[in-house]
């Protein structure tokens, strides 16, 4: 039986998961792979603060990466740092001396992506990061393998659990952003700093790496159209509800008139969908391929446990390819190659939408406002107007036909210039699909 080697970078909780289900599960680990795994150094700048679980007087703890990467007797190294710095040197530098690399770290990926898949391919050795998007859900190596004989159509997300959280409490409750944001850094549901959660740069970063593998092109971070869900009030949650809707924070990505489409944003989706019933916590990734026709992909997109066993998932591929002389696989790399396609502006996608106007009470605000967007090519479905909310304006809530991005922000630049009109229109997207 082979031995393979093993570096970790970081000894944080992802880290300290992926010990434990080593040390667990080696025996089975070993079966299934033909080869002993031995975690032959952990480099942490920490090496005395208790981890819960784990006793560090039994485990090869060292101070410096360099002892790590460094070690030409390791072959795969397991980045788990996080961050930019110095995680992308580290990455670099294990590869140029030829071992493998698994990681965790979605913004490094979506930051240095290309760079960092370059170097995977000029150096022969892979480069694997299932736990990047959705945590302990096998959503990349389903794209990257399970559908390959499909042309992805769509991808819809919710991916990322704090937001998800967010609105489902909102939506439980009632209660407003602000309210429940405190209750989810209370309960560790978000960080002290929210700001990469809550304004969807998360999403981005995980909707960045899925796409470019589900539609085998390299997409740019700075394409992606990110709007957080600070903005959405639990009035506007009701008033989803109430039109037969739910509220969540998308990724989406998807193929029209010869591009892609990637945006994160809040999104009303019918009560209905099954990613209407993901609450919590919980990711769900829904996929629609020509073949297969739609898929969806549910679970725990974070957490220790999940997440390790992502990571160790693909550590356990890669050693099995070690043990069996199998090369590295290019292919599961994402690349711009001839098909490449290219990413569609966000004012040019189609959509319809939801509009909640603080307008005046009296008679004709309604016709102005359907007059403005009627000018802009908009057409309303439905319209819902409730009580007096105060002495100056009553909320005007609309559904309207698919329109496009651009006539639409038009319209809410005149909507809002109009002197019956006492506050910024609410605007949150609709998909049906």
């Known amino acids: 039986m082979r031995d393979v ?77 996080g961050g930019l710095e110095p995680a992308r040197t580290f990455v670099l530098r294990a590869m140029a001396a030829g071992k493998h690399v698994v990681t965790a770290n979605k913004a490094l990926l979506a930051h240095h992506g290309a760079e960092l898949y370059e170097e995977a391919r000029r150096r022969g050795v892979t480069l694997a990061f299932e736990a990047a998007v959705a945590g302990g859900i096998p959503l990349i190596r389903s794209v990257k393998e399970g559908l390959v004989a499909n042309r992805i159509l769509s991808c819809y997300g919710i991916v990322n659990g704090t937001c998800n959280y967010i609105l489902s409490k909102m939506t439980d409750a009632g209660e407003d952003f602000a309210v429940v944001l405190k209750e989810a850094q209370a309960h560790g549901y978000a960080e002290a700093d929210p700001t990469f959660d809550i304004e969807g740069v998360d999403s981005a970063h995980k909707l960045q790496i899925l796409a470019s593998l589900a539609f085998r092109t390299y997409v740019e971070l700075k394409d992606i159209y990110t709007e957080g869900i600070t903005a959405v009030t639990a009035q506007d949650i009701a008033y989803a509800r109430e039109l037969g809707y739910r509220i969540k924070l998308l990724a989406i990505a998807k193929s029209s008139d010869g591009g892609i489409e990637v945006r994160v944003h809040p999104t009303m989706i019918p009560a209905g969908s099954p990613l209407a019933a993901v609450s919590g916590v919980f990711n769900a990734v829904f996929i629609t391929g020509d ?25 356990v591929e890669i050693a099995t390819r070690l043990a069996y002389g199998i090369p590295a696989l290019h292919l599961d790399l994402p690349a711009a190659g001839r098909a490449a396609l290219p990413p569609r502006p966000m004012e040019t996608i189609r959509s319809r ?33 409730k009580g007096r909310a105060t002495a100056e304006a009553v909320p005007v809530v609309m559904m309207t036909h698919e329109a496009s991005e651009h006539e639409m922000r038009a319209a809410l630049a005149a909507i809002d210039r109009l002197p019956v009109v006492a506050a910024r229109t609410t605007m949150i997207r609709v998909e049906d699909a």
């Open 291 to 315: 073949s297969v026709g739609d898929l969806m992909f549910y679970g725990r997109g974070a957490g220790q446990m999940p997440t390790a066993s992502a990571v160790v998932s693909d550590t």
């Open 5 to 81: 080697k093993i570096g970790l970078l970081g000894l944080g909780t992802v880290g300290g998961g992926v010990v434990k289900i080593l040390e667990a599960h080696r025996a089975n680990l070993e079966q299934r792979t033909g080869a002993r795994l031995t975690l032959a150094a952990i480099a942490d700048a920490d090496l005395t603060r208790r981890r819960e679980g784990l006793d560090l007087s039994r485990l090869p703890m060292v101070d410096d990466a360099e002892k790590v990467l460094g070690d030409p007797a390791i072959q795969i190294v397991i980045e788990l740092i």
């Open 353 to 385: 939408y939801y509009l909640r106007v603080m307008a005046a009470d009296r008679p004709g605000v309604l016709s102005q406002v359907a007059g403005v967007l009627g000018r802009n090519n908009i057409s309303i479905i439905s319209v819902l107007q």
